[in-house]
């Protein structure tokens, strides 16, 4: 209960404290810097920014002159890092952002083809149509993915042919490799088919050049969030060379999406954006070897890791059957053990879904990922008590406290 501030102060202390001192590998989280998290108590964040899509600098509120130009220059730092010519930084989630493309371009019975959550999609467009009138007028298929979540190239093609979708969103939430971007454009040029990145995962990975940035592999639109991969503050955005698309988008997001759009996102992402230009490379090749030594020391242990053909993983996360150890998911049985990731068994077999960006963060490398897949092991195949490995995390998360990556 929260009857004084004092309350507050308690409450969220106690959540510090175990943040803290718990393993974190959750793929879709990440640690701001202080400096980033500073930026989202500016007085931005009490002020709406509203302005018309097709001129920016027409703001519906006054007291917007400088609003407009920390936004429209943030905006040019982000076409810096992801390259293409117009952005909108006014989603204020990832999600929201992919929303706003699908109901933006879509019209009444046209056809999407996403990735399935059970595929670690991201259940954008399929949850979307839980909203009667949504599922009346939205149509969705699923691209098809073989047991080491790899894309059927060939069937996509195939489906694309014969369903004629408007769009295809590629990219979702246990991205392991680049997907074939490049290999569509000139189909999707002959069938009139718009091409969107749901890049959310990726961004940071995408802002460090250590993934192929869509847009330059023939992707009409580029949306996702800034705080997975990517280390600022939670929020989204889209970006395209294509000002016909960034038009409708826009106008979908505002009005009918956002009114405040958050402004005090705006300067923390700006902030996280320089961040990235000055260690985002360094960063990102570290999580990618990270990934990988996480991947080969799971192997190693016995663990089913997927993409074993292909190296494992080229991404800041793995992916793990974890059917032959446990018959259901085991979240929650790791987070008795402090160890915080994804899991999923909405397939035919529970999977974890682990993430190296925070860890890479905390100044974690190799020889940091073989104990950690120690841990894993000795919870889901030694079946060790929970409560040793849980004092044995904490000891270890300990010696990481500090940022590396980032402004101090
Ligand atoms: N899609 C969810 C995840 O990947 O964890 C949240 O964005």
């Excluded at 980033?36 to 709406?48: A, E, F, H, K, P």
Aim: with cysteine.
């Amino acid at each position: 209960m929260i009857k004084t501030l004092k309350d507050i102060d308690n409450l969220l202390e106690k959540h510090i404290e175990y943040r803290k001192s718990c393993l974190n590998l959750i793929a879709s989280e990440n640690y701001s810097s202080d400096i980033v998290r500073g930026y989202l108590t500016s007085d931005l964040g009490n002020r709406y920014g509203c302005y018309d899509t097709s001129d920016p600098s027409n703001r519906e509120y006054t007291g917007n002159k400088y609003i407009h130009e920390i936004e429209m220059a943030t905006q040019e730092l982000v076409k810096e890092v992801f390259g293409g010519k117009y952005v909108d930084l006014r989603p204020i989630s990832g999600h929201m952002a992919g929303m706003a493309v699908v109901l933006g371009i879509l019209e009444p019975d046209d056809l999407v083809i996403e990735i399935h959550l059970k595929d670690w999609g991201h259940g954008l467009v399929d949850p979307m149509r839980q909203i009667s009138h949504l599922g009346k007028t939205i149509r969705v298929e699923f691209m098809r993915f073989d047991e080491n979540n790899e894309l059927d190239v060939e069937y996509l093609k195939k489906m694309a042919r014969e369903l004629r979708p408007k769009l295809i969103i590629f990219g979702g939430s246990g991205t392991l490799f680049p997907e074939p971007v490049r290999e569509f454009r000139e189909l999707a040029d002959e069938l009139g088919i718009i091409l969107a990145y749901d890049a959310s995962h990726v961004t940071g990975l995408i802002a460090g050049r250590v993934f192929p940035n869509p847009l330059d592999e023939g992707a009409d639109i580029l949306f996702g969030s800034t705080h997975k991969s990517f280390p600022g503050p939670q929020g989204g955005f889209v970006v395209s060379n294509r000002k016909d698309l960034m038009e409708k988008i826009g106008n979908t997001l505002s009005p009918s999406l956002v009114t405040s759009h958050h402004l005090n996102r705006i300067p923390a992402f700006a902030a996280s954006l320089l961040e990235m230009k000055e260690f985002g490379h360094e960063y990102g090749k570290q999580i990618i070897k990270n990934s990988k030594a996480l991947a080969e020391a799971m192997a190693k242990r016995g663990f089913n890791v997927l993409g074993a053909k292909r190296g494992y993983t080229e991404t800041h996360l793995l992916l793990v059957d974890v059917g032959e150890y446990v018959d259901q998911a085991p979240g929650k049985l790791l987070e008795k053990a402090k160890i915080l990731c994804s899991d999923d068994f909405s397939g035919a077999s529970p999977q974890i879904r682990v993430g190296t960006p925070e860890v890479t963060r905390r100044g974690m490398k190799e020889v940091e990922m073989d104990y950690i897949a120690e841990l894993f092991k000795r919870v889901l195949i030694d079946k060790e008590d929970v409560n040793q490995v849980a004092k044995d995390v904490e000891a270890f998360v300990a010696k990481y406290q500090d940022l590396e990556f980032a402004f101090k």
